[in-house]
């Protein structure tokens, strides 16, 4: 289905519970349930929201039949994760008939999307909060508490919840999620999140130097900036308009926290990243050379429907500069296939861009006509869904062959890896990430996970590098 173009969705996470902290010794007398749907932002947000219900003496639990208030936070990016919530939704009605005082709430994009549905049509839920009202949230449990629906999904312009600090999810301990930004400006056709997450507004610069210092003097090693568009980051002071930080000023800030401090980010719109953007990647051996660059199609007709505000000789130049200013990096993109009017030979170039621009991780889903976006209302979906199926196929059978090469060259290489914890498939070995955000498997001899250590590649799959350490980095 339809991938977001500005965020990424972590299949492995789809629904995932908010675990307890490690070591937590507060006792609390009521539970939270939270379970997250979408892209990265949500999973972020489900932290900030952890946070605020901390606060109010809620602790978190995995266990829904003790909870006091079950909360998801969804997606309306996707068919997929609408169908999923629903089915959630009517589980936890189950759990309301034996427990009636159970409060059950929607977070996030759907609930802007589908309040009256889920509050009068279909009796599913007792509160609806939007992405940018979450600091209400201990006032509509307690409105929701007395039996009233209660509902806040007004967007903002200014909410950043940059003085939250958010209560990490699931956390391995060494890798972190700051967000610096939330909305989006771009009116890419295909896209609800305008609608769902309001404009594009920045996060204050102290705040996220504040946050990814205080992660790093805890022991996390790598911080991924994340936002719906992280390059149309712009941070003016309020006490002196001269003040200006862009995205490439930020960058340099965090990277200068600490060389042992990894900085990533998630995700780019091809026109804003910049060559001074490239150049502070460049100059900085911690900020990790991989750039996720969505591309959505290779076809320039497509991507003028699409509002994509570039072509796709335009596109081939961005990977150029990038392959020029960062040799080494890695790219990976988002594509759509069977978008409105789509014909073969636009599919045919999507194909031939991919193979120009040769991604080591590419998203890849056919269109699905989303409810409130540009194209629904503009457009037609015309294409066959067994034609978007049968694109899709060739554009992944395509990526395939090219990810296993990439991953091909690697081998006989030495890569500096930073160790994120013990493989699933084996307790004797430990697994990390390249700079290029390479997964990485090797024997655990007597590193510890947060270490830096240098993997010389054996051996592949499609989608992990093999190898032996030759030491600490």
């Avoid at 070995?429 to 390479?438: A, I, P, Y």
Wanted: charged share 30%; with cysteine; glycine share 6%.
């Amino acid at each position: 289905m339809l991938e977001q173009v500005t965020k990424v969705h972590d299949e492995s996470r789809q629904g995932e519970a908010y675990a307890p902290l490690d070591g937590e010794k507060q006792t609390y007398t009521k539970k939270f349930y939270i379970e997250s749907y979408g892209c990265q932002m949500n999973f972020n947000d489900s932290e900030i929201v952890a946070s605020i219900l901390k606060e109010e003496g809620f602790g978190p639990t995995r266990n829904v039949e003790e909870a006091s208030l079950v909360l998801l936070n969804t997606c309306s990016i996707r068919e997929k994760a609408e169908t999923t919530v629903r089915k959630r939704l009517t589980e936890f009605r189950k759990i309301k008939q034996r427990n009636p005082e159970l409060l059950v709430g929607v977070l996030g994009c759907m609930a802007e999307r589908l309040k009256a549905k889920l509050l009068e049509e279909e009796k599913l839920v007792d509160m609806v909060v939007g992405p940018d009202a979450y600091r209400t949230l201990p006032a509509l449990i307690e409105e929701a508490e007395t039996g009233q629906k209660a509902v806040n999904v007004l967007l903002s312009r200014e909410e950043t919840y940059g003085d939250i600090s958010p209560v990490r999810l699931d956390s391995n301990g060494v890798t972190a999620f700051v967000s610096i930004m939330r909305g989006c400006n771009n009116m890419c056709s295909f896209c609800v999140v305008p609608f769902t997450r309001g404009r594009e507004r920045s996060r204050d610069v102290a705040s996220i130097l504040q946050e990814a210092t205080d992660l790093f003097n805890r022991g996390y090693r790598e911080v991924t900036l994340l936002g719906q568009n992280v390059d149309s980051y712009y941070w003016v002071d309020p006490q002196d308009a001269t003040l200006v930080t862009t995205f490439a000023n930020l960058l340099e800030k965090v990277a200068l926290i600490s060389p042992l401090l990894r900085v990533r980010f998630s995700t780019s719109h091809p026109k804003d990243i910049t060559d001074e953007v490239l150049f502070t990647m460049a100059k900085y051996e911690n900020i990790c050379k991989y750039i996720h660059l969505p591309m959505q199609s290779g076809s320039t007709r497509i991507l003028q429907l699409m509002n994509r505000t570039y072509t796709r000789e335009w596109y081939i130049k961005k990977v150029d500069r990038i392959r020029e200013i960062l040799p080494d990096c890695a790219l990976s993109t988002d594509v759509i296939t069977g978008f409105c009017t789509e014909t073969e030979e636009d599919h045919q170039d999507t194909m031939s861009l991919m193979d120009y621009a040769r991604y080591d991780l590419a998203y890849m889903f056919f269109y699905s006509e989303r409810p409130g976006t540009l194209a629904a209302r503009r457009y037609q979906d015309d294409v066959p869904e067994e034609v978007k199926k049968r694109r899709l196929a060739e554009v992944v059978e395509l990526h395939r062959g090219q990810s296993l090469r990439s991953m091909q060259q690697d081998v006989g290489k030495t890569f500096k890896v930073l160790i994120e914890g013990t493989s699933k498939r084996s307790e004797d070995h430990l697994f990390g990430r390249t700079d290029q955000n390479k997964v990485v498997i090797f024997p655990k001899e007597d590193y510890r996970k947060g270490e830096y250590v240098w993997v010389k590649v054996e051996d592949c799959t499609a989608g992990t590098l093999l190898g032996t350490s030759t030491g600490r980095a």
